[in-house]
């Protein structure tokens, strides 16, 4: 099947702890996102990629940080310096940037 | 000011009646695209729909369909006989094609929608 994949679910992890949330996707689409939701809110843009080996800063990057080295994956790590962290990410893939995006199932991340 | 506004934060509706959700939109780039997406209480983010700024008739899809009224700038969506598995965040979104967001989209805060038996 087609997807996009995020994993785990549920992570909690103590404060001042780097975590890595992980996106796989195998719809051979060549942009990925992450972006980051809080209660009652829309979604914010953290980090975007257009292709591999490259990635820019979206509306809200400070404290987090991704790497795009192969097509399927655009991992996100949420570092210590990100003040609030606690929340649910989703990632997303789109053909092309301009294309629809498709979202995977997110990952629920809580800092405690 | 806010590049998309979803004035509803919460809507009812009778199960197998229609439902209008509102969203209204903000840009000076002629070429956009307006996206509405469902979000169950799993978390899962579901492409519904999209309209672009240059096309002549109103998308649909199934039961969606997006009520689009450029001179208004808002981007309605209309769910038709309206189920009990709609109850979800919708959340409407816009991407502009040649302006500052760079092609990514922005997002409304959404509309949470109930659909009683």
């Known amino acids: 099947d087609g997807g996009i994949t995020q994993s785990p679910k549920y992570l909690f992890r103590k404060e001042g702890q780097n975590v890595t949330l992980s996106c796989e996707q195998n719809?051979?689409?060549?942009?990925m996102y992450w972006y980051r939701q809080d209660p009652g809110q829309g979604l914010r843009l953290i980090y975007y990629?257009?292709?591999?080996?490259?990635?820019q800063k979206g509306d809200i990057a400070e404290g987090y940080s991704v790497s795009r080295e192969k097509k399927e994956s655009f991992p996100l790590t949420v570092t210590s310096a990100q003040k609030n962290p606690t929340a649910f990410y989703l990632c997303?893939?789109?053909?092309?940037?301009?294309?629809?995006?498709?979202f995977g199932p997110g990952t629920r991340l809580t800092v405690l | 000011a806010q590049k998309i506004t979803q004035t509803q934060p919460g809507m009812f509706v009778q199960e197998k009646e229609a439902v209008t959700l509102d969203c209204t939109y903000d840009?000076?780039?002629?070429?956009?695209?307006l996206f509405w997406y469902k979000q169950p209480s799993s978390g899962e983010m579901i492409f519904l729909i999209y309209?672009?700024?240059?096309?002549?008739q109103n998308a649909t899809e199934g039961r969606y369909s997006l009520n689009f009224q450029k001179a208004r700038k808002s981007a309605n969506l209309v769910i038709s006989a309206s189920q009990l598995g709609d109850s979800a965040m919708y959340f409407c979104?816009?991407?502009?094609?040649?302006?500052?967001?760079?092609?990514?989209?922005?997002f409304g805060k959404g509309t949470k929608l109930s659909v009683k038996p």
């Open positions: 979104a816009m991407r502009e094609d040649l302006g500052g967001s760079q092609g990514n989209l922005i």
């Open positions: 840009t000076s780039d002629p070429s956009y695209g």
């Open positions: 719809l051979n689409h060549d942009a």
């Open positions: 990629s257009q292709i591999v080996n490259d990635f």
């Open positions: 309209q672009g700024s240059y096309d002549q």
């Open positions: 997303a893939s789109s053909r092309r940037q301009l294309d629809t995006q498709y």
